[in-house]
Structures are given as structure tokens and as C-alpha cells.
């Protein structure tokens, strides 16, 4: 009797675990073909839209900066206060604040990370994401999968 409620045990923790695998999506993701569609989608929507964007020789993201700020250089540590909206490639604002939001920069996406400490206090960015620096092909709320982000930030202080 021990045997098989230890057989059946192990049949369904194996069953349940292959299934999680599965549900994944991350053994077929083709993560470099996705970040060139990425890149080809950012560049052709800069240039439908007249945005002189440069690309981040580090990190590969695109920004343009709209206004530099002044005072110390950001880093890893910084809590940054920020107004925001956050935009998907065809319009749609999937996020946005009008008063100031506050967080540590390193619990913000990797793009962020990325990206903010280009600019100084007061300074304001347009930051165009490739996928892979926001949220993957993973989905959030009105945020599907593969999903290249178009962010305009405005830091308004840094601690």
C-alpha cells in the first residue's frame, strides 16, 4: 500500500512539474529574434514619427533626451521620485502618473534602470524599449506579451 501512494506521488509531482514547464513558453522563446523585431519596430516608429532617437551603445535602448537635468549622476542605490506615462508602440497609455511616483531605481525594469541615469534631477526622457527590457513575453495587464514600451519620464528628484 506505502508503494503505490509513494508511486502515485511521484507520478503526479512529475505530471505537475512537466506541466509548469510547458506553460512557461521559455524553451522555444527566441529571445534574439525578438529583440531584432523589436529594434526594427523602434526604429521605424521614430521614423514615422519624426523622434531623434540615439541608441544606447551599453545597453541597447533607445532615447532621446528632452532635457538633461541638472546635479549628481544616478545610480543603482538612487530612489528616484518620477512623473510618467507609459505607452505602447500603437498609442495606447497602459500606465501614468501626474503626481510624483517614488522608488528605488533597482526595482525599476531593467529599461529604467537603463535608461534614467542618462538624464539628472529635473531632467526629462523619452525612453522606446525593446521587449526584452520591460516586461518580455510575459503579460500584464493591458500589456501583451513581446510588447516594445514607450516611455516619457520627467525625474523630479533623486535621493
Same mark, same amino acid.
Given at each position: 500500500?506505502?508503494?503505490?501512494?509513494?508511486?502515485?506521488?511521484?507520478? *503526479? +509531482?512529475?505530471v505537475? +512539474?512537466?506541466? *509548469?514547464?510547458? @506553460?512557461?513558453?521559455?524553451? @522555444?522563446?527566441?529571445?534574439?529574434? &525578438?529583440?531584432?523585431?523589436?529594434?526594427?519596430?523602434? !526604429?521605424?516608429?521614430? %521614423?514615422?514619427n519624426?523622434?531623434?532617437? %540615439?541608441?544606447?551603445?551599453?545597453?541597447?535602448?533607445?532615447?532621446?533626451?528632452?532635457?538633461?537635468?541638472?546635479?549628481?549622476? +544616478?545610480?543603482?542605490?538612487s530612489? %528616484?521620485?518620477?512623473?510618467?506615462t507609459?505607452?505602447?508602440?500603437?498609442?495606447?497609455?497602459?500606465?501614468?502618473?501626474?503626481?510624483?511616483?517614488?522608488?528605488?531605481?533597482?526595482n525599476?525594469i531593467?529599461?529604467? &534602470?537603463?535608461? %534614467?541615469? +542618462?538624464?539628472?534631477?529635473?531632467?526629462k526622457? !523619452?525612453?522606446?524599449?525593446?521587449?526584452?527590457?520591460?516586461?518580455? @513575453? &510575459?503579460?500584464?495587464?493591458k500589456?501583451?506579451?513581446?510588447?516594445?514600451?514607450?516611455?516619457t519620464?520627467?525625474?523630479?528628484?533623486?535621493?
Amino acid at each position: 500500500m506505502k508503494k503505490t501512494k509513494y508511486l502515485l506521488l511521484l507520478i *503526479c +509531482l512529475g505530471v505537475g +512539474l512537466t506541466a *509548469c514547464k510547458k @506553460n512557461l513558453g521559455i524553451e @522555444n522563446f527566441d529571445v534574439e529574434g &525578438q529583440f531584432k523585431k523589436d529594434t526594427t519596430a523602434i !526604429r521605424a516608429f521614430a %521614423i514615422a514619427n519624426n523622434i531623434p532617437i %540615439i541608441k544606447d551603445s551599453m545597453y541597447n535602448i533607445f532615447y532621446q533626451i528632452i532635457a538633461p537635468g541638472a546635479g549628481e549622476k +544616478l545610480n543603482s542605490l538612487s530612489t %528616484i521620485s518620477v512623473i510618467y506615462t507609459g505607452r505602447l508602440l500603437d498609442g495606447t497609455v497602459f500606465d501614468s502618473t501626474t503626481t510624483p511616483a517614488t522608488f528605488p531605481l533597482s526595482n525599476a525594469i531593467t529599461g529604467w &534602470q537603463a535608461g %534614467i541615469p +542618462l538624464i539628472r534631477k529635473g531632467g526629462k526622457i !523619452r525612453l522606446l524599449l525593446p521587449s526584452f527590457y520591460g516586461y518580455g @513575453n &510575459q503579460v500584464y495587464p493591458k500589456i501583451p506579451a513581446n510588447s516594445v514600451l514607450d516611455f516619457t519620464v520627467e525625474l523630479s528628484d533623486v535621493k
